[in-house]
C-alpha cells in the first residue's frame, strides 16, 4: 500500500495540430525520419518511465498495444497494466488486468492506495472521462512534428473548462517536444 500521494497522469502524443490518430485510427506518423539537434536525447525519457507504478488505458489502445506487440514486443513491459473495457479481450501476460464498472471507484479504490505513479495512455474517449471527472492530476503532451489536418482528437468536447499550470517543457532531439502540465483543482 502506497503511503504518498498518489498521481494519476494522463500522457498521450498528438500532432501538433492536436489529433492522437488518422481517420483510419493509424498512427504511423509517429515515426519521424528527420534527425533534429539540439535536444534531450530519449535514454532520458527512458529513465523517467522506469518509475511508471501501473498503466491505465482503453480497450482499443490496448489491441494497438497487442498488434505492435507481435513485432516490438509488449511495449510496458511487467508492469501492471489495467485496461477498461466492456468487452472480452485476450490477455497473454499476467500483468493485465481488465475492468468495468465506475471510474471514481476504480481510481480511488484499485489504483490510489496502491500504485503512486499512475499512468492513463489512451485512448481519447477514456481521456475525456478521466479529465471530466477530475480524476487526473496531470496532463503530458508529446508532440510529433506533424499536422495530420484530421483524425481522432486528443481532447475532443470535454465540456468543462480546466485551469492548467505548466510544470516543464522538454525538446527532443528527434523533435518532439513535451508539454508537462498540472491540472488545478477546484
Not at 6 to 24: E, N, Q
Request: proline share 4%.
Amino acid at each position: 500500500m502506497t503511503t504518498d500521494a498518489s498521481k494519476v497522469t494522463v500522457h498521450m502524443v498528438s500532432s501538433l495540430d492536436g489529433f492522437i490518430a488518422k481517420k483510419d485510427g493509424s498512427v504511423a506518423w509517429l515515426e519521424s525520419s528527420d534527425t533534429y539537434e539540439p535536444g534531450v536525447t530519449d535514454e532520458s525519457a527512458e529513465e523517467f518511465i522506469k518509475t511508471i507504478d501501473c498503466f491505465v488505458m482503453g480497450s482499443q489502445t490496448y489491441e494497438h498495444a497487442l498488434d505492435l506487440s507481435l513485432e516490438f514486443g509488449w511495449p510496458y513491459g511487467d508492469v501492471p497494466t489495467f485496461v477498461l473495457t466492456r468487452r472480452a479481450l485476450p490477455a497473454d501476460r499476467e500483468s493485465i488486468e481488465f475492468y468495468s464498472g465506475d471510474l471514481r471507484r476504480f481510481v480511488n479504490e484499485r489504483l490510489k492506495p496502491y500504485y503512486k505513479n499512475i499512468w492513463l495512455v489512451g485512448g481519447a474517449i477514456l481521456v475525456k472521462e478521466f479529465i471530466r471527472l477530475g480524476l487526473v492530476d496531470d496532463i503530458i503532451q508529446t508532440i510529433v512534428p506533424v499536422i495530420l489536418g484530421d483524425g481522432t482528437p486528443f481532447f475532443d468536447r470535454i465540456g468543462q473548462e480546466h485551469a492548467l499550470h505548466l510544470k516543464d517543457v522538454t525538446a527532443y532531439k528527434n523533435g518532439m517536444v513535451e508539454l508537462w502540465y498540472e491540472v488545478r483543482k477546484k
